[in-house]
């Protein structure tokens, strides 16, 4: 049995479990439980598991789609408290370690001074000569602003946890790599992560594949690409993202530079974008489809669900498509396959 379930999806955070169990009749011998981002805090993640029951200590690892706070904001207590590893590709690790790292700025004399000292504990080893200049702090720094502390989001941890913790704020019990492209497998669970255009540093989908069926997870893109069109073929179950509505995003409150992000072809995906996929591109194949990341700013539930159901309902053949919604304030109903 093949069980899909959304913890939470839109801005303020975003959440999956795939999870896969082999056996006669379902109780099975093995089973397989990836976590897909980690975009709420540990203590939210773990209450929403408990509350479709999932049993948090049953995870076998994260997967992170993008370095984005809505995809990462408990990974690193999550995957810490409970001893997982966390997939990532090799730059969005980069980009998220640079995004947990305290960053701290010092002046030229400071840091002229910090060298002098240096050179004198020195004493007669040698000290290679400075550059004439420290790297200039970049003008617009794309590092926000040290998030405040998500261990206080979590379980209160034991008193000989904190100093652990507190001293490397990006660190994991272990990393892996995998690439877009390159398939690769967790227990029973084959993951083919595919490149997704969005502003982030390698932003990728998933598909899974586990008996016989295959699972897609679409979010996050500002448009839909042929490699992704040729992903989401053959799918049993798809999580297609329908961002904003078009019309509510060109009047609503967010800042002009703000809106041509989110537009651009590395932003959301709109309502209009994605039921214009549904009619002209899906083949139809699969049973469940889930629209998700929804905006809150800029965005219905009912606008989303009127947009898919009409590319829907244009094409008969599809009308037996299940459709779900997502939603940022509580699990959806976990979907068997
Ligand atoms: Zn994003
Ligand atoms: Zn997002």
Redesign the pocket.
């Known amino acids: 049995m093949v069980r899909f379930t959304v913890l939470a999806s839109g801005s303020k955070g975003?959440s999956c479990i795939v999870s896969c169990t082999t056996g006669a009749d379902g109780t099975g011998s093995s089973s397989t439980r990836v976590l897909v981002d980690a975009g709420l805090s540990c203590r939210e993640l773990f209450r929403r598991m408990r509350q479709v029951g999932e049993d948090p200590g049953s995870l076998d690892a994260i997967l992170v789609?993008?370095e984005?706070q809505?995809?990462i904001n408990g990974l690193a207590v999550t995957a810490r408290k409970l001893g997982i590893p966390v997939y990532f590709t090799e730059a969005t690790h980069r980009a998220w370690v640079r995004q947990v790292t305290p960053q701290k700025r010092i002046t030229y004399a400071e840091w002229a001074e910090q060298y002098r000292v240096q050179k004198q504990q020195a004493g007669s080893h040698p000290v290679p000569e400075p550059d004439p200049a420290p790297d200039p702090a970049p003008e617009h720094d794309p590092v926000p602003d040290p998030m405040p502390n998500p261990e206080s989001n979590c379980e209160p941890p034991s008193k000989q946890a904190i100093p652990q913790i507190a001293a490397d704020p990006a660190q994991l019990p272990s990393v892996q790599y995998f690439r877009a492209g390159e398939s690769f497998s967790i227990g029973d669970l084959n993951i083919s992560p595919f490149t997704i255009p969005?502003?982030?540093a390698d932003?990728v989908g998933f598909v899974f594949t586990a008996e016989g069926l295959r699972l897609a997870v679409a979010?996050?893109l500002g448009y839909m690409p042929p490699n992704v069109q040729a992903q989401l073929r053959r799918c049993d179950l798809i999580m297609l993202e329908s961002n904003h509505d078009l019309e509510m995003l060109r009047d609503g409150p967010y800042p002009w530079s703000v809106k041509q992000r989110v537009l651009s072809r590395v932003g959301?995906l709109s309502n209009a974008a994605a039921s214009a996929f549904l009619e002209e591109i899906y083949d139809g194949a699969a049973t469940h489809l889930i629209l998700a990341?929804l905006s809150e700013s800029n965005n219905l539930p009912e606008l989303a669900r009127l947009a898919a159901e009409r590319a829907l309902i244009s094409k008969p053949s599809l009308l037996a498509n299940r459709l779900h919604l997502a939603s940022q304030d509580e699990p959806l109903a976990p979907i068997c396959l």
Do not use: C, I, Y
């Open positions: 975003n789609t993008h984005h809505d995809h969005h502003d982030a932003p979010t996050d959301h990341h």
